[in-house]
T-cell receptor
Framework: AQSVTQLDSQVPVFEEAPVELRCNYS??????LFWYVQYPNQGLQLLLK??????LVKGINGFEAEFNKSQTSFHLRKPSVHISDTAEYFC?????????FGTGTKLQVIP | KAGVTQTPRYLIKTRGQQVTLSCSPI?????VSWYQQTPGQGLQFLFE???????NKGNFPGRFSGRQFSNSRSEMNVSTLELGDSALYLC?????????????FGPGTRLTVL
């Protein structure tokens, strides 16, 4: 069975500073990994996904994530955050049928 | 291509009533999943339908049910509403046929139970 752990429930960061949101997964089979963002009172929007190939995945809004198989991690990074990045971020792992979500990390960008 | 749509966007009900939420997936998507999102429990999987059949089910009581129609549109029903059912209900669609399929989410239905 898959599980996804987001180690930080909240991450405060100053505007224009870099940020890393951590995600670890466990699975006995190959997984496909996703990061979603949710702005207040909205649904989830796909930021990026890893299916295979290059372990560094670039997404929208300047975000990128690195798949690390040995550490079973898929951390999300952005070199310089903006106020508009304030939102909740969800990591997810999917197999053939089921997608499992982490508990979310709230990113608060401080002006 | 139109995204996932959910209706209604907001609902207010009282305890004991029942409610039906609707979801129209992206054209060509045959899988529809439903999630409940609350501040305390986060994002919890309710169930997934694929080609009119329930394919996966989360750990929710039988008061929560769903169905999918031949055009892939899906409805979710909650009977005998409880205060704790107040939540944002999200619907997500995907093709459902391949590995690594991406889910696309609708804007959600905000249900308030008084």
């Amino acid at each position: 069975a898959q599980s996804v752990t987001q180690l930080d429930s909240q991450v405060p960061v100053f505007e224009e500073a870099p940020v890393e949101l951590r995600c670890n997964y466990s699975s006995s089979v190959s997984v496909y990994l996703f990061w979603y963002v949710q702005y207040p009172n909205q649904g989830l929007q796909l930021l990026l996904k890893y299916l295979s190939g290059s372990t560094l995945v670039k997404g929208i809004n300047g975000f990128e994530a690195e798949f690390n198989k040995s550490q079973t991690s898929f951390h999300l990074r952005k070199p310089s955050v903006h106020i508009s990045d304030t939102a909740e971020y969800f990591c997810a792992a999917g197999g053939y049928q089921k997608v499992t979500f982490g508990t979310g990390t709230k990113l608060q960008v401080i002006p | 291509k139109a995204g996932v749509t959910q209706t209604p966007r907001y609902l207010i009900k009282t305890r004991g009533q029942q409610v039906t939420l609707s979801c129209s997936p992206i054209s060509g998507h045959r899988s529809v999943s439903w999630y409940q999102q609350t501040p305390g429990q986060g994002l919890q999987f309710l169930f997934e339908y694929f080609s009119e059949t329930q394919r996966n089910k989360g750990n929710f009581p039988g008061r929560f049910s769903g169905r999918q129609f031949s055009n892939s549109r899906s409805e979710m029903n909650v009977s005998t509403l409880e205060l704790g059912d107040s939540a944002l209900y999200l619907c997500a669609s995907r093709r459902g046929e391949g590995r690594g399929d991406t889910q696309y989410f609708g804007p959600g239905t905000r249900l308030t139970v008084l």
